[in-house]
């Protein structure tokens, strides 16, 4: 059984991100909103565009009014009025000024703006009550960003400081990774679609439901293959087709060591380079990875995940959710973020395998605490996830944390 961290490791490994040649699309910006950015975006516009004033007040020749003082105060000649949006026509002269507004471009001559609050206006003439700081509240040309050095990039998503970013630099259309595809299969005789009517000892398949709202919220595209019975020739048919469409195939059930548990023989069959079998974690034991090969265009990462409704949902968060991260284009952050908290309750494990237990992380009083969901931790019991948003994680070795006492818990939303 490989340890966790190895197994995290050894898939991300065997991933292979999309190409920046071959997997992008070219999007408007709105929807391009969360997307993977596939190339370096530059601007030609400097940021700011041109000087510009950060206040309404008088834009003034620092020289004129540096030795400004109660005795002896500077009166200005204005000779233009300038508002954001509208380009000076004067250049300012020895003893002149320019009313200005918040953000209007600055007018040649000038090199400070005095905030209105230090002037006194009679007309067509401005008093400067206070000598200002030479450039004071002018905001230089590309003091912000460079014309021509890379604005944006590649490989980060695309939330709305980026849109902003790309919006203000004019560039509406956008090179973004497509989304990775992920094929979905439940196994098993024993399941029933949510809307058909459930007969005695069979159990209704939430995984393939709970895996695509997953992947989903990861920005890739679920593709539902519904639910393949536990037939060795549908369930080869089945993945057969799946890893012909798809980037990933997810399906769950079948890993064990039952008598009905055929997915690693068929994938076997179907040429698969197995790399994992079983994880040393707890939900989520029997894990299956492996990879296709070519002959399709691009290799296909397959992971067998347990059938336990809370084990398809562990190992997911744990190993699929970095996987599909890598392989979406993100540059970096790909694995689980992992926050100290104080549990409130007691936790237990067996220490044999790295154990999660899931409940809900939230901040008290500037701290991070842990609530332990109430009810079974068994990993058949999925009702108890509600409102999970993380899992606190016991090493191997550890069979006993006392409440108070500082973990590490992994985000999971
Ligand atoms: P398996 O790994 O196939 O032996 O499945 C382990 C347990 O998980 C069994 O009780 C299954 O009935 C249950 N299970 C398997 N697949 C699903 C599914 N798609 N949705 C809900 N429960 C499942
Ligand atoms: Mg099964």
């Known amino acids: 059984m490989l340890p966790v961290k190895q197994a995290e490791a050894l898939i991300l490994s065997l991933v292979n991100p999309l190409s920046p040649a071959q997997d992008t699309e070219v999007l408007d910006l709105l929807s391009a909103s969360q997307r993977i950015l596939a190339a370096a975006v530059t ?33 200005l000649e204005i000779v233009e009025e300038i508002p954001a949006g509208y380009q000076p026509q004067q250049t ?20 400070t ?13 401005v008093t400067i009550l206070e000598a200002p700081e030479f450039q004071a509240f002018v905001r230089q040309r590309a003091a912000f960003y460079q014309a021509g050095t890379t604005l944006l990039h590649p490989g980060i998503q695309l939330n709305a ?23 979905i299969l439940s196994t098993g005789s024993e399941l029933v679609a949510p809307d058909q009517p459930l007969q005695p000892g069979q159990i209704v ?19 539902l293959l519904g639910v393949i019975p536990d037939e060795p020739e549908a369930l080869k048919s089945a993945i057969a087709q799946a890893i012909t469409t798809a980037d990933v195939v997810l399906s769950s059930g079948g890993v064990s060591v039952g008598d009905y548990d055929y997915v690693d023989e068929i994938l076997a069959t179907l040429g698969a380079e197995i790399h ?71 936790l237990r494990s067996d220490g044999k395998r790295e154990s999660y237990l899931w409940g809900h992380l939230q901040l008290l009083d500037g701290d991070y605490e842990f609530r332990l969901a109430g009810g079974s931790h068994s990993s058949g019991n999925l009702i108890n996830l509600v409102q999970t948003n993380a899992l606190a994680m016991l090493p191997v070795g550890q ?15």
Not at 208 to 216: H, K
């Open 161 to 183: 400081p980026e849109i902003a970013v790309l919006a203000a630099a004019q560039c509406a259309q956008v090179s973004v990774y497509r989304r990775p595809r992920v094929a």
């Open 276 to 346: 994992i079998r079983a994880v040393a974690i707890k939900p989520g034991k029997p894990l299956t990875v492996a990879t296709f090969a070519a002959p399709q265009a691009r290799s296909v990462l397959y992971f067998g995940l347990p059938g336990n409704p809370v084990s398809a949902l562990v190992t997911f968060w744990r190993f699929v959710q970095p996987a599909l991260r890598k392989l979406s284009g993100l540059a970096q952050g790909w694995e689980p973020t992992f926050i100290k908290a104080r549990t409130q309750q007691d």
């Open 205 to 223: 398949d939430s995984n393939q439901y709970a895996l695509a709202a997953l992947v989903q919220q990861l920005g890739a595209e679920p593709l």
């Open 113 to 125: 703006v005095v905030m209105q609050e230090r002037t006194q206006r009679q007309g067509d003439r």
């Open 43 to 75: 601007s030609a516009l400097d940021f700011p565009h041109w000087d510009n004033s950060a206040m309404d007040g008088y834009a003034v020749r620092f020289a004129d009014v540096q030795s400004c003082k109660a005795e002896q105060l500077a009166t």
């Open 92 to 111: 300012i002269q020895s003893g002149q000024a320019a009313r200005i507004l918040t953000g209007a471009m600055m007018p040649a001559g000038a090199d």
């Open 399 to 413: 069979t006993a944390i006392a409440a108070g006492t500082e973990i590490f818990v992994m985000q999971v939303d």
